[in-house]
């Protein structure tokens, strides 16, 4: 398999959300360590983006044993796109991809990831992404073929567009996990009612 670097990314404010998205539990566990261990299932170098919220995600990190690397954004309220531009410019030369995945996407799964992988490797693409209904995105697996055009991302602009203007060359892959993300309070709280009223049937 090709050197990949996984980067969780979460250095915004969360502002809809009122506090630290990424460290709202889910059966007592913060979203963010369910996306670190989704990552580790495709590379042990794990790393998380943060801004905003550093302080908090530092001292749970070290807490709760993340085995992560934190990289601390400087520019972060700048937007997505630099973010991203940030991250590659700082990982870029030691890796041939790098894996993408949001704090807020609770569904997602190590089982996910690992398809993810399979699909990327199998077809040597510019990249491998999650196929939704009407658009395609994170997780995506993006190769250094296209590490230039990610450094020169900036502004509100993640890589959605960029994955848009691209989408003949890179391989989609539809995970219904996908879907589901955390915004707001209600929807950790519709989440967390959706899993118990799951738990009920078994």
């Not at 794990?46 to 085995?67: I, R």
Request: hydrophobic fraction near 45%.
């Amino acid at each position: 398999m090709k050197k990949i670097a996984a980067v969780v990314l979460a250095a915004g404010r969360s502002s809809r959300f009122g506090s630290c998205k990424a460290l709202a539990l889910i059966n007592d566990r913060p979203l963010i360590e369910s996306a670190i261990e989704a990552a580790k299932t495709a590379t042990p170098d794990v790393f998380v983006a943060t801004g905003y919220w550093h302080n908090e995600l530092a001292q749970a990190a070290q807490d709760n044993a993340w085995n992560a690397r934190l990289l601390f954004i400087e520019n972060w309220q700048s937007g997505m796109g630099d973010v991203i531009a940030s991250v590659t410019n700082t990982l870029g030369d030691d890796y041939e991809a790098i894996l993408f995945l949001l704090a807020d996407q609770p569904a997602i799964t190590g089982d996910n990831i690992a398809l993810l992988c399979q699909v990327y490797e199998r077809h040597n693409s510019d990249a491998a992404c999650c196929q939704y209904p009407d658009t395609i995105g994170v997780p995506a697996i993006i190769s250094a073929n296209v590490f230039s055009e990610l450094k020169a991302l900036q502004g509100d602009h993640g890589a959605k567009a960029l994955l848009m203007d691209k989408a003949h060359l890179i391989d989609k892959l539809v995970l219904d996990q996908c879907n589901i993300d955390i915004d707001t309070q209600e929807d950790l709280d519709n989440y967390v009612h959706y899993l118990n009223n799951m738990s009920s049937y078994w």
